[in-house]
């Protein structure tokens, strides 16, 4: 038997206005190669100067996670060349980074959670962007110079499972701090992943091995598979020393497998050294201030809506998983709607239809308060459940937002009258008086045939509610 264990780094862009150590925009939608100076390009004699907001944004992140936050911070130089790093070497922070000795709660399968500690978390300057084409490559230098924080987890992960669960808490937490906007598409969050094995009940690691700039969470959880399997058979077979080396290897989604890229570098291959240029960053107490003003976190979240507002945990996580998502059910709640269906129409019924359009929840065609004010024409028994449904599928093809409107021109309005709805039931039970006499003599079961026909007879109109009530009573007569 082998135990897998698993470390996490993982680089998020920060928001910030300007890059790490210049003036220059953090906009890449701009033409290649404007947002670019002399300091960005390291030409000689250009001085880099520390951003305070990404300081601030990386403390904000301490506090969240509980971590320490070193009041003195240095940066260093990281030496290697890349086409798209015009210094030949990283502004990064080795020996003195901004925090360390966090901690990350993760929600487990079982229900249980468990703790993942934050080994560090330092800033770095982000490289470019190789833009390939055919036999030509072109180096866009717009994002060389943003902002990065790399996240490194202690080995604490022990599956898949897990890794997923911790990058994806990791995810929300950065985006309800609003300190990156976390589009894995777009590279603003993104991973390596450090996979070893050893035989269980042994204390030593074994030879770690790193997948390169993970930003999906599906090839994430694909690629550790993979690689875990991978080497446990290089264990079983006896080659474990001659297929498990220290390197770097790629995620191929196409072959799905991963496949050796290069030597792993060790600290010294990169040379570190204190950057020349740069003072130590000094930590104020108005940087501190700053750094207190936390929002309401998911953790924090999933407490209010289980201990306050009645929800199931599981509810719970999935509302807070999405800062939108949460922002979009309290706005159904501050509006009056019932919690529970708030829940049910909010997961179920709107998040179905936005999967099958593939649409995220903040290019919903349907806006919380329009939802909010349909579920509450159930409430008040204007609209039935199923009426509802259908209704919402014409919001979400058209602009109409009158939710009135809208159920009288679909005819969907319930009927609640007593007088209505008992013309209905003697029609029906006329049309089946065999079966009227079979529940009469103790076959009970038949109420909802009943039912049903009252309800096909009134096209779904009449209210479910008041056709039980009314046909048990004329049941009885």
């Not at 901690?103 to 190789?130: F, M, P, Y």
């Not at 080396?245 to 991963?258: A, F, I, V």
Request: charged share 30%; glycine share 6%; net charge negative.
């Amino acid at each position: 038997m082998f135990e897998t264990v698993i470390g996490l780094e993982v680089h998020i862009q920060l928001n910030t206005a300007t890059k790490l150590f210049c003036a220059c925009p953090t906009s890449f939608a701009a033409h290649p190669n404007t947002y670019i100076c002399p300091t960005c390009l390291a030409l000689p004699g250009a001085l880099p100067v520390v951003n305070e907001t990404a300081v601030i944004k990386a403390m904000r992140f301490a506090n969240a996670i509980g971590a320490r936050i070193n009041e003195t911070s240095r940066f260093d130089r990281k030496s290697y060349f890349y086409p798209d790093s015009p210094s030949a070497y990283q502004i990064t922070q080795f020996y003195e980074p901004i925090l360390r000795n966090g901690t990350v709660r993760i929600d487990l399968e079982d229900g249980t959670q468990k703790s993942i500690r934050v080994h560090e978390a330092h800033l770095e300057a982000d490289a470019g962007k190789n833009i390939h084409e055919g036999a030509v490559s072109r180096v866009d230098l717009n994002r060389a110079g943003t902002p990065l924080l790399e996240i490194v987890s202690a080995p604490d992960l022990r599956s898949a499972h897990e890794a997923i669960a911790y990058l994806k808490k990791l995810h929300a937490t950065v985006r309800y701090l609003d300190i990156s906007d976390a589009n894995m598409q777009e590279g603003s969050f993104r991973c390596d992943v450090n996979v070893s094995v050893r035989p269980k009940g042994q204390e030593a690691f074994g030879t770690r091995v790193e997948i390169k700039n993970m930003n999906s969470f599906r090839f994430i959880s694909e690629a550790i598979e993979y690689e875990v399997q991978r080497q446990i058979e290089a264990y079983e077979d006896g080659v474990y020393d001659d297929e498990v080396w220290q390197e770097t290897r790629l995620w191929d989604p196409d072959r799905h497998e991963t496949r050796s890229m290069r030597g792993k570098e060790e600290a010294a291959d990169y040379r570190y050294f204190p950057e020349p240029d740069l003072r130590p960053v000094m930590i104020t107490e108005a940087m501190q201030e700053a750094a207190r003003e936390l929002p309401e976190l998911p953790d924090q979240k999933v407490a209010r809506y289980t201990e306050k507002l009645g929800l199931k945990k599981y509810d719970a996580l999935v509302i807070t998983a999405d800062k939108e998502l949460a922002h979009y059910f309290e706005a159904m709640i501050d509006i009056g709607v019932p919690e529970r269906s708030a829940v049910t129409w909010l997961t179920s019924e709107l998040l179905g239809r936005l999967n099958k359009a593939s649409l995220p929840i903040t290019e919903s065609p349907v806006d919380a308060r329009t939802l909010g004010t349909l579920i509450l024409k159930i409430e008040e028994g204007i609209v039935s459940g199923k009426g509802a449904k259908e209704v919402l599928d014409h919001l979400m093809k058209h602009e109409e937002r009158d939710i009135d409107a809208i159920i009288e021109k679909l005819g969907l309005k319930q009927v609640s009258d007593d007088g209505a709805i008992l013309a209905i039931i003697e029609k029906v039970l006329r049309a089946n008086e065999d079966k009227v006499a079979e529940y009469r003599n103790g076959k009970e079961k038949l109420l909802g045939f009943f039912v049903g026909q009252v309800m096909k007879a009134s096209r779904g109109a009449a209210n479910p509610a008041k056709v039980n009530q009314l046909l048990k009573r004329r049941l009885i007569e």
